[in-house]
């Protein structure tokens, strides 16, 4: 895989509940650099599988001119996480800029969604690398590891320090 170049402005950031239509529409217009849909936190358990269609349906469908599209799915220690991937980037892939990985612990974590990214991208006929990934960092252990989790993977765009 060879990585794609691009720098993206991410001065503002606005995140959106993913299972919230209205607030997904109102997003559109906001003038944020980067919005974030979000699948983890702001997403009740029971949501969650409606909510990835919901945020499909508002990339493929919603204006978002000039903002960085990125999904927040749920952490590798989830049962959610592989199923956020697959359905929001088998939906709507062409549409999305990246998938923030939250609770980001050691680098075998983003070379896991590389490989999940890259087997979607191959089988969906997109570009292989052009979907980024963002890594929240939100614990100690996540920071020790910083070095490795920052070189695991070429498409990794931005380090985001969370509160813990």
């Given at each position: 895989m060879t990585a794609v170049n691009r720098l993206r402005p991410r001065r503002?950031?606005?995140?959106?509940?993913?299972?919230?239509p209205r607030f997904l529409e109102k997003a559109q217009g906001l003038p944020a650099d980067q919005v974030f849909l979000d699948l983890e936190d702001a997403c009740a358990p029971l949501a969650k599988e409606g909510a990835r269609h919901t945020i499909v349906d508002a990339l493929n469908d919603?204006?978002?001119t000039g903002k960085t599209r990125v999904v927040r799915?749920?952490?590798?220690?989830?049962?959610?996480?592989y199923r956020d991937v697959i359905t929001v980037v088998e939906g709507a892939g062409q549409n999305l800029d990246c998938i923030m990985l939250p609770k980001v612990q050691d680098a075998e974590q983003v070379v896991a969604l590389d490989l999940l990214l890259t087997q979607i991208e191959k089988t969906m006929g997109f570009e292989v690398g052009r979907i980024g990934i963002e890594a929240q960092i939100e614990n100690a252990k996540g920071l020790v590891n910083i070095d490795d989790i920052a070189a695991a993977s070429p498409r990794l765009e931005t380090l985001i320090f969370g509160p813990a």
């Amino acid at each position: 895989m060879t990585a794609v170049n691009r720098l993206r402005p991410r001065r503002s950031c606005l995140a959106v509940p993913g299972s919230n239509p209205r607030f997904l529409e109102k997003a559109q217009g906001l003038p944020a650099d980067q919005v974030f849909l979000d699948l983890e936190d702001a997403c009740a358990p029971l949501a969650k599988e409606g909510a990835r269609h919901t945020i499909v349906d508002a990339l493929n469908d919603g204006d978002w001119t000039g903002k960085t599209r990125v999904v927040r799915v749920n952490d590798w220690t989830t049962h959610w996480t592989y199923r956020d991937v697959i359905t929001v980037v088998e939906g709507a892939g062409q549409n999305l800029d990246c998938i923030m990985l939250p609770k980001v612990q050691d680098a075998e974590q983003v070379v896991a969604l590389d490989l999940l990214l890259t087997q979607i991208e191959k089988t969906m006929g997109f570009e292989v690398g052009r979907i980024g990934i963002e890594a929240q960092i939100e614990n100690a252990k996540g920071l020790v590891n910083i070095d490795d989790i920052a070189a695991a993977s070429p498409r990794l765009e931005t380090l985001i320090f969370g509160p813990a």
